[in-house]
């Protein structure tokens, strides 16, 4: 069974552009979430969707905003990057139990200059 | 304030030698508590998920605890590659999960 696909896996913007970030869950899956790692806050949840709905959400600005599609693939778009913002981004995906049982992609590590 | 804290940052072990690893929290209503190993460049690898104080998990030389304030990883005569960091994060709430994760222990195993 294919894991965690992210696309892409690297990225450099600069301030005050948008990206988005997608990801592909394990086949099955219907959960799929979205995190930020850093070396100083370690990792963050962002949030969760669940069958296309947003099911839980961390405390991140409104300029984090995530979707997922009927295929449960979710895409994530972060608007008006600030240089806070670099960081790697992962994704997780897991059956209907959500976040208790997720397995990780290899991230896109995004870079803000 | 709802926290999960790791200790040691880091640990350097020589194979072979076992050791522990601490994820302590303070939140209320724990519903889970899990373990991850991360490998540099990579997602985070689900280890364990423990419910309950008093329950044990174990894979190869990995066990995992729990109590009602922390857990531990236990690492029994370790190998180079179980070189990683070591995540533990929790989720808790009622009605609405939240998950929180620790900052993680850096485990380096020299042969």
């Known amino acids: 069974k294919a894991g965690v696909t992210q696309t892409p896996r690297y990225l450099i913007k600069t301030r005050g552009q948008q990206v988005t970030l997608s990801c592909s869950p394990i086949?099955?899956?219907?959960?799929v979430s979205w995190y930020q790692q850093t070396p100083g806050q370690g990792l963050q949840f962002l949030f969760e969707?669940?069958?296309?709905?947003?099911?839980n959400k961390g405390n991140f600005p409104g300029r984090f905003s995530g979707r997922q599609f009927s295929n449960s693939r979710s895409e994530m778009n972060v608007s008006t990057l600030e240089l806070g913002d670099s960081a790697l981004y992962l994704c997780?995906?897991?059956?209907?139990?959500?976040?208790?049982?997720?397995?990780f992609g290899p991230g896109t590590r995004l870079l803000v200059l | 304030e709802d926290q999960v804290t790791q200790s040691p940052e880091a640990l350097r072990l020589q194979e072979g030698e076992s050791s522990s690893l601490n994820c302590s929290y303070t939140?209320?209503?724990?519903?889970?508590l899990f373990w991850y190993r991360q490998d540099p460049g990579k997602g985070p690898e689900f280890l364990f998920t423990?419910?309950?104080a008093g329950e044990e998990k174990e894979k190869e030389r990995l066990k995992a605890t729990l109590t009602k304030k922390e857990s531990f990883l236990h690492i029994t005569a370790p190998k180079p590659e179980d070189s990683a960091t070591y995540l533990c994060?929790?989720?808790?709430?009622?009605?609405?999960?939240?998950?929180?994760f620790g900052t993680g222990t850096l485990l380096a195993v020299q042969p």
């Open positions: 997780a995906s897991s059956n209907d139990r959500g976040v208790e049982t997720q397995y």
């Open positions: 086949s099955g899956h219907r959960s």
């Open positions: 969707y669940f069958s296309e709905t947003q099911r």
């Open positions: 939140v209320s209503g724990l519903r889970g």
């Open positions: 423990l419910y309950s």
């Open positions: 994060a929790v989720i808790y709430g009622g009605a609405t999960n939240k998950l929180i």
